[in-house]
């Protein structure tokens, strides 16, 4: 659900992605799990400054993508 929430709004925003999908991808699913300190929640949103977000929030993840002038 979060995943589709978080794609839903980078849709609306016309804000270009690169989705990995972590079922498919070992490698990510361990990045995963190491960024959340041993957790696999998703969605990971990693952002071009090297921060990331985990299951943001709508509002976040939009105060995020503004504070790096994507939108």
């Avoid at 589709?4 to 709004?9: A, D, F, K, M, V």
Wanted: overall charge negative; glycine content about 6%.
């Amino acid at each position: 659900g979060d995943c589709r929430r978080s794609e839903r709004l980078f849709e609306e925003l016309d804000v270009q992605i690169n989705h990995i999908d972590v079922e498919n991808d070992s490698s990510a699913a361990a990045k995963v799990i190491e960024i959340n300190g041993g957790a696999q929640s998703i969605p990971v949103i990693v952002f071009s400054d090297g921060t990331h977000l985990t299951e943001p929030s709508d509002i976040e993840l939009k105060a995020k993508l503004q504070a790096l002038s994507i939108i």
